[in-house]
Every structure is written in structure tokens, then in C-alpha cells.
């Protein structure tokens, strides 16, 4: 299951529209869509025209008072709106969580392990976050493989970048893993200068992570959600749907997308040498050993998303950093690791 969480902590630049717009237009490609909605303000379980008995709150409260979950509470709280696409609701009791949570000590792991747990057989799980970069932003975080940022057309966007950057280093410290980025520009209006003259300026500094996809304006997606709708009961051959079927279509690139990576290394008498790494969770696992490729030297083809890596070799008791690779950084042990980037 890819997850992707859909942040900003900047309001109104377009997260809840994206998450509920997004979720259907995959389910139409044929894709099994979960949307949770983890913001307290509901907008997304409103957006799709439900008012919830039981929501995302329940999961976690049960997971952290007995640490399991039950079946009948899972079967509740997953709603079917139509045969492939689901939701798992909010309400404004996740507010009143959000402050047990922090005192937690595994208060950034819930929703990963609640997902874990739940064990779902969806090919998307789409994260809808509220509008700051607390306790269940950074759970959504944790928990996903990608995350998706809409930027509205203003300045106080591109600072915010910035934020979500830090954010993200914090939790590459503490995970060792973070998600791929990616952002999409949204309430984009095409007839004014400025949002033309927006739109160079974020390509140069966000380069291959902005989305080709762009949202634009539309009249009848603020109208659909405040229906209850999806862009796609309500006005289906509308620009707003015809948007976000093409962002459908760009996240299905973008994240199936694998690239594979060749990593070599010399020495003779390796007894066993792996690659570990924010890819495989630093495990030293068989399917990322190196092979013998010639008398001196061992490789590896791995696959990887567009994204920065970070990995050492291991062998007998030893990590350290790939030899022939120059590019560093520390790592919390006061050791070296290797970076690396997939364009
Ligand atoms: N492309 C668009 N065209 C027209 N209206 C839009 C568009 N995108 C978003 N809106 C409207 O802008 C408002 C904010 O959008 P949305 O609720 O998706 O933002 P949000 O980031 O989820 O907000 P919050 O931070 O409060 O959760 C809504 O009224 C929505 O209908
Ligand atoms: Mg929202």
C-alpha cells in the first residue's frame, strides 16, 4: 500500500480538496483508495457527505489504552463509499487526542502501527492533515512513503517549504526514513500575471519535486465539496476534474517509478557484505546482499523512487560508508553515512 500524506501547515492552500479529489480520481483508475482524515475540523469526511459515528480517534484511542485493535471497532469505522474507494472519518474528539498523544513516548509511531496493524489490502492509503505541523501531522508523516504539498499562489507558501524541510530532517533523524516530497501548485489562476510569474519562480526552487499537474481555479470544486461531493459526482467533466484525474495519473508515475541503483565495492574476502539503509530500514536483510561480480569486487542492483538515500555496507560486525562514494553526511552516531541521490 502506498501511503501519502497530503500537508501544509499553511490553511486553506487546497490539502482537504486534494486528499477527497485525489482518493476517487485513483479509484477511478482502478486503484483501492483509503482516505483518512486525521484534521480535527472533519473537512474532508464532510466533503464527502458523511457524518461519522465512529472515526480515525477511536483507532487510536483504543490502540493506545490496550495496544490492539479490535475487528468490530475496524469494521466501524471504515466507511465504503463506493466499491474501491473508503474513508476512515475525522472528528473534533482527534483535537482533544492530539494532547494524550504528546505525552507519549511513541506518540510519532500510532498511525503507523495502527496501519500496520489494521493490515489493509488497499493499493493507496491517502492522509488528509490538518493545517499544522503538530502531533498528528508528524504521525501521518511517519506513517507515509511519499507526501504530497499543495501550494497555494503566495509568498508565504515558498516559507513554508522551508518548514516542511525541517520537519523532515527531524524526522530522518529520528526514523531514519522520511517520505518522498513532492509539490503541487493548486488554486492556480492562469489569467493572472502573478501567478505566472509564481509558477517560474517555484519551478526553479523546487525543480523535479514540483508535479507537472497544476490546479487550477474551478468554481464547481468548492461547490462539490460543499455538496458533500467529489468533483467527479458533482461536475465531472469540469477543469477541477480534469485536474486532478491528470494528478491521479502523475502520482501513479511518480510512485511506481523505480529506478535501479548499482553500488559496488572491491575487496576479496568479504564474507557476506550487505547494503543497509533508510530503504530497508537500516535491516540487514539476504535480498540486499552483494554478489560476487568479479575476483575484487562485489555489487548490488537495488530499486529506488526519485529521492535522497542514505546507507552504509555492513559486513561481520562492521558498518561503514561506501568507499567509492564522496558524498557524506554524519550520522547520529558520530560516524559517516552515505547520500544518495535519485534523480
Ligand atoms: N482549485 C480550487 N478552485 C476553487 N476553490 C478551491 C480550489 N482549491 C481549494 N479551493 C477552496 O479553497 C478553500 C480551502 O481549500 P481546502 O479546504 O482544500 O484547503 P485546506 O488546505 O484543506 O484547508 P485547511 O488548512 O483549513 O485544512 C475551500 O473552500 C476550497 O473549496
Ligand atoms: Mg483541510
Known sequence: MKVISVVNQKGGCGKTITSVNLSYALSMLGKKVLLIDLDPQAHATFSVGITPQHTIADLMEAYTQKGKLDNSLIEKVLIEKTNRFYIIPASIGLASLEHTLSLREDKLDILHHILLIMDLNFDYCIIDCPPNLGVLTLNALV?????????????????????????LEFIQNFKKKSPSFYYL???????????????????????????????????????????????????????????????????????????????????????????????????????????????????????LRKGIYRYKFYTQGRWFPDPSNNQQEPDAFGGKNSLLVVK
Open 185 to 303: 501548485l493548486t488554486q492556480y489562476d492562469q489569467r493572472a500575471k502573478f501567478s505566472q510569474k509564481f509558477l517560474h519562480r517555484v519551478r526553479d526552487q523546487l525543480k523535479d519535486n514540483l508535479l507537472t499537474t497544476i490546479i487550477r481555479i474551478n468554481i464547481h470544486l468548492r461547490e462539490a465539496s460543499s455538496l458533500g461531493k467529489t468533483i467527479f459526482e458533482h461536475k465531472p467533466t469540469s477543469r477541477g476534474a480534469q485536474d486532478y484525474k491528470k494528478l491521479a495519473k502523475e502520482i501513479e508515475k511518480v510512485s511506481g517509478e523505480a529506478l535501479w541503483v548499482k553500488l559496488i565495492i572491491k575487496g576479496k574476502n568479504f564474507n557476506g557484505i550487505y547494503v543497509v539503509g533508510d530503504f530497508n530500514n537500516w535491516e540487514k536483510l539476504e535480498k540486499y546482499r552483494l554478489k560476487r561480480i568479479a575476483p575484487d569486487s562485489w555489487g548490488i542492483d537495488i530499486p
Open 143 to 167: 506513517a507515509s512513503g511519499y507526501s504530497l504539498v499543495p501550494l497555494g499562489i503566495s509568498e508565504f507558501s515558498l516559507k513554508g517549504v522551508e518548514n516542511l524541510k525541517n520537519i
